[in-house]
């Protein structure tokens, strides 16, 4: 066999054929065996019925995205092949199910017919053809083939009258890969084993919240964000804190308004329908200065657009979102382990700056699975609210007093002479009404220059590449993995490339972007929306020209396509490698 750097493995059949879960239990074999993982995967919206694909890419370097074509393509049926085989890689492995799909006669590359159902119903368990095709893809290519019966046990186990015909369906799928005569040479192996999480970017999510220390939550369920209440919802139970599934969205976040209020950390979890009900919300968040924490799992808009499909279109409800001048924070992670790393970072902001900040995830990180090291926790630790000090007169505390940083205490209630009026109107110190021009000016300008440093701030930015270079990325998200795989890509091939990865999209971080475009001839941005969010909103606060480069068709920029376009701007004719 010839080992592979790495192996892209794409699962694809019908919702409920259990298709979706031979893909989950490769990714965690391959996981636990030692390898990096990096998985993605489509959902129809339909409730029942409808196409589905689950892709692994395992590798023994670090993956950063879901791999640009497809090594081994598994068909469970005839719409699986007609959808996927033209992802297929030129010298690629097709299995197939005989008596649910038949190639074409015209198809030229290697195939081995699988009948996994038959094979399912020899060994004793007609509803295990899923079970038998995890047997013949790690059988056959080397995927965690060690960790199987683990896994198989640990999502098939809960009930032990099923447990044995699984793993007889298992071993049957792996005794038939043994007997295929092969003709191609694929092949991946783990060179050791590691300890790491295998986790989806909402499951970090849910443990960056409760490592922040988030003690209230409020939610109502929507697709993708529902992942995330459901987790908090049940770490709750062990936390102590509160859980509040709300009648909609407005309720939801209304209820964590008034539990930050009352002293305890909040946060709430929507995707851009919610967050479009949440935007007067956020803009009373912003006027009373209450720490709120608000998730946006993007989705594909507008309106109910594409519930179960990828957009990074929400970056303008999220900074501009809201009448009258509503400041907020918003951070981007571009990875499951940026999704802990930034919600831990959202809530601390929250509480350092009283303000509300959204952390913008997106479908395709919601569901994905990666392999991520063990966090070391004490990197992370928790920020509070800056709290009155020292005893208080009667009727003398000032909410929103004037500060050196423009920050204020923020007593809780029940505090000592610190109650005060948090209202929606304009008000002034001590937080009574004021609608006269110099309380709004006054105020105003405390709302946004408390956040100010931030612009400046350099800790959520990261630049990879070349010092120099005639084509610098600028990115954000998700398309931040397919940016850095270009990179990799380009520098192997002698071509100097420069990538900025903004993890706060605001405030922009002017500073950095401003140092990084005196660096680079040409400036890239590419992201998932029509519009060009990010690239408007640069041109907006910088006025410098940049190239925007967009893609909407629900998924996610695959390496090779970002890499195309970093050639056509250099003006080299350099193949893209695969």
């Known amino acids: 066999m010839i080992q592979k750097e790495d192996l892209v493995i794409r699962v694809a059949g019908e919702s409920g054929d259990g298709s979706s879960a031979t893909g989950e239990m490769l990714a965690q074999a391959a996981a636990r065996s030692g390898l990096q993982v990096f998985t993605f995967r489509t959902t129809p919206a339909e409730i029942k019925g409808g196409p589905v694909m689950f892709q692994v890419r395992a590798s ?26 033209q992802a297929l890689a030129a010298k690629s492995v097709l299995l197939y199910d005989p008596d649910e799909c038949t190639p074409p006669e015209n198809y030229t590359g290697i195939a081995y017919a ?39 046990h640990a999502k098939l186990g809960k009930k032990a009258e099923f447990l044995e015909s699984n793993l007889a369906a298992l071993r049957a799928g792996i005794a038939y890969a043994k007997s295929i005569e092969r003709t191609d040479a694929l092949w991946i192996e783990s060179e050791g084993e590691r300890h790491r999480y295998v986790m989806t970017g909402s499951q970090a999510i849910v443990a960056g919240a409760m490592h922040a220390g988030i003690e209230f939550f409020g939610g109502y369920p929507i697709t993708p964000a529902s992942e995330i ?31 930050s209020y009352a002293g305890r950390k909040a946060m709430t979890a929507t995707s851009g329908p919610g967050l479009a ?47 009258g001048d509503s400041p907020r924070i918003v951070l981007a992670p571009a ?29 395709s990180l919601s569901y994905r699975t990666e392999t991520v090291d063990p966090f070391d926790l004490s990197q992370y630790p928790q920020v509070n609210r800056l709290r009155p000090e020292g005893d208080l007169e009667p009727k003398q505390y000032k909410r929103f007093a004037k500060t050196d940083n423009y920050i204020s205490p923020m007593a809780a209630p029940g505090m ?60 954000w998200g998700t398309t931040a993995g397919a940016c850095r795989g270009a990179l990799r890509v380009a520098h192997k091939a002698g071509h ?56 909407y068709n629900s998924l996610p920029f ?6 195309r376009k970093v050639y056509e701007l250099m003006g080299v004719e350099e193949p893209v490698l695969h």
């Open 114 to 152: 699988v009948p996994i159902g038959k094979i399912a119903n020899e060994a004793g368990n007609r509803r295990g053809k899923n079970v038998v095709a995890l047997g013949v893809v790690a059988g056959m290519f080397g995927l965690g083939l060690n960790k199987l019966e683990d896994i198989v």
């Open 496 to 551: 100097d490339l420069a990538v900025l990865q903004l993890q706060m999209v605001w405030p922009l971080p002017v500073d950095a972007i401003r140092e990084f475009t005196q660096d680079v001839e040409i400036v890239l941005v590419p992201e998932v929306n029509y519009q060009g969010q990010l690239a408007k909103l640069i041109q907006a606060e910088l006025c410098i020209p940049v190239e925007s480069y967009t893609q």
């Open 558 to 563: 695959a390496r090779n396509t970002i890499l």
């Open 60 to 85: 023994n370097n670090p993956v950063r995205t879901m791999g640009d074509d497809v090594d081994v393509l598994f068909a469970f049926n005839q719409e699986a092949w007609r959808l996927h085989h």
């Open 229 to 259: 209440m459901e987790g908090v919802a049940s770490a709750m139970m062990q936390t102590g804190g509160a859980y509040l599934q709300a009648e909609d969205e407005i309720a939801s976040v209304m209820a964590c308004i008034g539990a």
């Open 335 to 363: 990875s499951v382990e940026e999704c802990f790393q930034l919600t831990v970072a959202g809530v601390n902001l929250a509480e350092e700056y009283q303000s509300p900040v959204l952390v913008l995830s997106d479908y």
């Open 416 to 475: 000592l002479n610190a109650n005060y009026t948090a209202t929606g109107l304009e008000h002034n110190e001590f937080g009574s009404p004021a609608s006269t021009p110099e309380a709004h000016t006054t105020m105003s300008k405390k709302r946004w220059e408390k956040l100010a440093p931030l612009k400046a701030s350099r800790a959520y930015v990261q630049r990879f590449g070349s010092p120099k270079a005639k084509v610098g990325i600028i990115c």
């Open 277 to 323: 009900l949440m935007s007067e919300a956020l803009g009373f968040a912003s006027m009373t200065e209450i720490p709120l924490v608000v998730v946006d799992a993007q989705r594909g808009g507008p309106s109910t657009g594409l519930p179960t499909k990828t957009e990074q279109s929400d970056l303008n409800i999220s900074v501009y979102g809201g009448h």
